[in-house]
Every structure is written in structure tokens, then in C-alpha cells.
């Protein structure tokens, strides 16, 4: 999420002196979701899924695009509750790809739905999404020792990501690829890719470190 050329270390710094990653420069809404969501670890299941979904409809579009339209997007498919969408049926595809509101990408449709089976069944064996995917964590100390504009320019996969998208499609999910994979784990907390300088840097690890990964039971 690094915009090479507006700003030479990754950061920028608003009116009141607040400096951020200048990915999220554009608008106020892109600079909440930078300042709250962003790099924090999520365990919910059900928010698990919606970005897991949300990144794939992102595939070939800015983020920005689909943060604007997320709202209409939980509207459209359940608030993401996978056992809803799951029951989606031909009508439901059809009426997707009606709705203004969202991407209606047919393929990228038809893939959320069968996700949704897919979490279902990984549900089921790991006892929740969250085991699931905390366990593709970085091992402590495998990450860059600091986090900057340099360390991260041209890193868009990782070890991790790229296991994660391979374990993902050997069960059948799609638009799941390794790039994919890494933006979804930038963003639920998995790794912590705000810049040093970043206001939110700090609040993401404090985050992170009283959280407690869920684990298979």
C-alpha cells in the first residue's frame, strides 16, 4: 500500500501535525480505516470473512474503490455471515449482479459465495476462522527489523502469504493468490506494515500484543 511518489519516507503529516502512511492521504474515511482498522488483529470470524471476500473483489481495483462501496456490500451479501451466503443461489447471483452499489464481477461473485462454503468447512475443522488464519503469523523475528518506506518498497507477498494461498486453494477457495493474501494479512493484524513514524504503529502493536491468537481447540 506504499505510494512511491508522493511522499520520499511513506508518511505524511496533516494539518495538526499527525503524521500517517501516505497510502491513506487521499480521504478522511481512507485515514479512519488507516487510524482504527488497519494493522489492529481482528478475531472475528464474521470480519475475517468480509475482508477475505472484500480483497478479492479489490483484485484489479484500489482499495479506496472498495471502501467506498463497503457498506453496500455488507447489504448485498448478509453483513457477510458466511452460513447466510452460503445458501446464496442462482437468484441471489443474478440480483448481485444488478446491484449498482457493489463490483459486479460475476466470477468474483460466484467466488464469495462458494468461500463462504469453504469457511464453512474450515470453521468446522479448525473450530473458527481465526485459528485458522492466526496460525499463518510471522514467527517473531522474521520480519524486517524496522518497518519503513525501503524495507517494505516491492514487498507485496511473504513466506506466510504465499503458504496461505496455496493451503487455501488446495481447498478449493478462489481469489485467494499470495498478494492477496499478504494485503488481507496487512490488514487484520496478522503483520504490522504501518510505517516507523506512523501514528498508528504504536496503537497496532499495543493491540497486538494484548491480543491472544485464537487457537484450534
Same mark, same amino acid.
Given at each position: 500500500? %506504499?505510494?512511491?511518489?508522493?511522499?520520499?519516507?511513506?508518511?505524511?503529516?496533516?494539518?495538526?501535525?499527525?503524521?500517517?502512511?501516505?497510502?491513506?492521504?487521499?480521504? *478522511?474515511?481512507?485515514?479512519?480505516?488507516?487510524?482504527?482498522?488497519?494493522?489492529?488483529?481482528?478475531?472475528?470470524?464474521?470480519?475475517?470473512?468480509?475482508?477475505?471476500?472484500?480483497?478479492?473483489?479489490?483484485?484489479?481495483?484500489?482499495? %479506496?474503490?472498495?471502501?467506498?462501496?463497503?457498506?453496500?456490500?455488507?447489504?448485498?451479501?448478509?453483513?457477510?455471515? =458466511?452460513?447466510?451466503?452460503?445458501?446464496?443461489?442462482?437468484? &441471489?447471483?443474478?440480483?448481485? %449482479?444488478?446491484? *449498482?452499489?457493489?463490483?459486479?464481477?460475476?466470477?468474483?461473485?460466484?467466488?464469495?459465495?462458494?468461500?463462504?462454503?469453504?469457511?464453512?468447512?474450515?470453521?468446522?475443522?479448525?473450530?473458527? %476462522? *481465526?485459528?485458522?488464519?492466526?496460525?499463518?503469523?510471522?514467527?517473531?523475528?522474521?520480519?524486517?527489523?524496522?518497518?519503513?518506506?525501503?524495507?517494505?518498497?516491492?514487498?507485496?507477498?511473504?513466506?506466510?502469504?504465499?503458504?496461505?494461498?496455496?493451503?487455501?486453494?488446495?481447498?478449493?477457495?478462489?481469489?485467494?493468490?499470495?498478494?492477496? $493474501?499478504?494485503?488481507? =494479512?496487512? *490488514? $487484520?493484524?496478522?503483520?504490522? &506494515?504501518?510505517?516507523?513514524?506512523?501514528?498508528?504503529?504504536?496503537?497496532?502493536?499495543?493491540?497486538?500484543?494484548?491480543?491472544?491468537?485464537?487457537?484450534?481447540?
Amino acid at each position: 500500500m %506504499l505510494n512511491d511518489t508522493a511522499a520520499p519516507n511513506g508518511l505524511f503529516t496533516d494539518d495538526d501535525h499527525t503524521a500517517r502512511c501516505v497510502w491513506c492521504r487521499s480521504t *478522511a474515511e481512507y485515514q479512519r480505516y488507516h487510524d482504527q482498522e488497519w494493522g489492529f488483529p481482528v478475531h472475528s470470524d464474521t470480519r475475517l470473512f468480509e475482508k477475505i471476500c472484500l480483497e478479492g473483489f479489490q483484485a484489479g481495483l484500489s482499495w %479506496l474503490t472498495i471502501l467506498n462501496k463497503r457498506e453496500s456490500f455488507r447489504a448485498a451479501f448478509a453483513g457477510f455471515d =458466511m452460513d447466510k451466503v452460503a445458501l446464496f443461489d442462482e437468484a &441471489d447471483e443474478k440480483r448481485l %449482479l444488478l446491484d *449498482a452499489g457493489i463490483v459486479r464481477h460475476r466470477g468474483k461473485i460466484a467466488s464469495t459465495i462458494n468461500n463462504a462454503r469453504r469457511a464453512q468447512e474450515l470453521r468446522a475443522e479448525f473450530g473458527s %476462522l *481465526a485459528a485458522y488464519f492466526w496460525g499463518y503469523e510471522p514467527a517473531s523475528g522474521s520480519r524486517p527489523a524496522t518497518i519503513t518506506h525501503q524495507t517494505l518498497s516491492g514487498v507485496t507477498t511473504s513466506p506466510e502469504s504465499i503458504a496461505l494461498s496455496k493451503d487455501l486453494r488446495k481447498r478449493g477457495w478462489s481469489f485467494v493468490g499470495p498478494t492477496t $493474501m499478504y494485503a488481507f =494479512m496487512q *490488514a $487484520m493484524g496478522l503483520v504490522n &506494515d504501518h510505517l516507523e513514524g506512523c501514528y498508528a504503529r504504536e496503537r497496532a502493536l499495543q493491540a497486538r500484543a494484548a491480543f491472544v491468537p485464537p487457537r484450534k481447540p
